[in-house]
Structures are given as C-alpha cells and as structure tokens.
C-alpha cells in the first residue's frame, strides 16, 4: 500500500487540473459585457500577454544557465543526481504553465466580474472567485506535477 501512495499527489493533481479546465469553460461563458468592456479588457489581456512574452524570454535565459550549473554540479558532487536538471526544466516549464494560465483567466475575468455587478453582487463574487479557483488549481495542480 505504502508504494502506491505515491500516486496520490499525481493522481490529485490531475483532478485539479480537471476541475480547473471545468471552472476556467464556467468562467469564459459568463456575459462579457458591452463592446467597450470587451475592447478594454482585450487591450489589458494583450498587455498582460506581451509582458508574460517578455517575462519568458528572460526566463528562458535563465533556465538555460541554472540547468548548465546544475549539470555541472552534479558532475562535481557525487551525491547529485543528473537527473536534477531534467527536473528543473520541467519545473520551470510548468511554472511558466501556471503563469499563463493564470493572467489569462485572470484578464478574462475581469470584464466579466464587472458586467456581473451590474445586476448581482453574489454573481460578480462568484465569476471573480471561479477566476481565482482557476489560477489557485493551476499553480497548485501543476506544482506538484511539476
């Protein structure tokens, strides 16, 4: 039993993951607002996006020197797996995952948690916080995947 409990946290993090997509198709079928909503939260979406673009770039740079240095460090100490650096790219890709994931529901909900207000406090709390459960599963399902 003890070697199957392994499978736990995997097998959780995918259900996450499930209820996320779930929470996050919710979210997106919310009313979106009038055309100006629409326009404004499209223009903060694509800032969002083009900083997330930038932000992996340097990202990028920095996973490519981290692994050199993990490599070399696992050559130099002979305790340290290589498999460290696999594992660390991984990480890093999933992180950069969740990220995205996250600003992009987080913009989608904007425009939608505002056109909720506008007839139902308890609605715009629900989009806002079905938003929040997005962003809060993804990094913590892709986090233990990662």
């Known amino acids: 039993m003890k070697q199957n409990m392994i499978y736990a946290p995997i097998i959780l993090a995918i259900i996450?993951?499930?209820?996320?997509?779930?929470?996050?198709i919710w979210v997106k079928k919310q009313a979106a607002g009038n055309?100006?909503?629409?326009?404004?939260?499209?223009?903060?979406?694509?800032?969002?996006?083009?900083?997330?673009?930038?932000?992996?770039?340097?990202?990028?740079?920095?996973?490519?020197?981290?692994?050199?240095?993990?490599?070399?460090?696992?050559?130099?100490?002979?305790?340290?797996?290589?498999?460290?650096?696999?594992?660390?790219?991984?990480?890093?890709?999933?992180?950069?995952l969740a990220g995205n994931i996250g600003m992009r529901i987080a913009t989608d909900a904007n425009a939608r948690t505002a056109e909720a207000a506008k007839t139902s406090l308890p609605q715009a709390l629900k989009v806002s916080f079905g938003g929040g459960t997005v962003m809060g599963l993804g990094v913590a399902s892709l986090a233990v995947l990662g």
């Not at 996450?16 to 996050?24: Q, R």
């Not at 499209?42 to 490519?64: C, P, T």
């Open 35 to 96: 055309e100006k909503m629409q326009s404004i939260s499209k223009s903060i979406k694509d800032g969002a996006l083009a900083f997330l673009a930038a932000e992996y770039r340097l990202l990028l740079i920095f996973v490519i020197i981290a692994s050199l240095a993990l490599f070399a460090i696992s050559q130099i100490v002979s305790t340290t797996s290589i498999m460290i650096v696999p594992a660390f790219i991984i990480g890093a890709i999933f992180s950069a």
């Open 16 to 24: 996450g993951l499930i209820f996320m997509y779930i929470k996050m």
